[in-house]
């Protein structure tokens, strides 16, 4: 799509925000993981992950080795993540991975990682599809619906996210304060 994806607008606020927020909602502390001069919001924390290979291993590697413990991983271009959706991976029966399942199909960049899928995440090859690394793993499915799950890859599903998400802030009541 070109740019800084992460940084991208929809709906008047960056792509990644989204899942920020899902995150945030259930976690304690968020942390984005990103190629070094990546765009951010600036309120977020950020571990630069290696340059290279640009590969979602890559940066779920680099989380897992710093994290101290088990990692809830949301790609940045995911805006339709939910805290609920973040929640039925979080209390689903562990495993090396906890992973989304949508339409039959794993979503691994929206995943619970432990610590024991490190060895096994660092020995896969470089190139390796990320999906094919799972199988080496014992690996929980959490079933989720596909529009839950999706991502923005391209300036049509930017334009589509756009719409639906200004259409879901038009129809969501405003807050009242107490």
């Known amino acids: 799509m070109g740019g800084s994806k992460p940084a991208r607008l929809v709906g008047g606020r960056p792509l990644i925000s989204y899942p920020l927020a899902a995150l945030g909602a259930v976690c304690a502390r968020v942390v984005v993981v990103a190629k070094p001069g990546t765009e951010l919001p600036p309120d977020c924390e950020r571990w630069d992950e290696p340059p290279e290979p640009r590969h979602p291993l890559t940066g779920i590697v680099y989380a897992l080795e710093r994290a101290e413990g088990a990692l809830l991983c949301c790609a940045a271009d995911m805006p339709f993540v939910t805290p609920a959706a973040c929640r039925a991976l979080l209390n689903a029966p562990t495993a090396d991975a906890t992973v989304a399942e949508a ?32 199988e080496g793993l014992r690996v929980t499915r959490v079933p989720l619906p596909a529009d839950v799950v999706r991502s923005v ?21 405003p807050r009242r304060a107490r």
């Open 153 to 173: 890859d391209t300036p049509e599903d930017l334009a589509a996210a756009e719409r639906e998400l200004l259409q879901k802030r038009r129809s969501t009541p």
């Open 103 to 134: 339409d039959g199909v794993l979503q691994p960049v929206f995943a619970v990682y432990m610590p024991s899928a490190l060895g096994p995440l660092r020995a896969a090859p470089r190139d390796a599809a990320l999906r094919a690394v799972l």
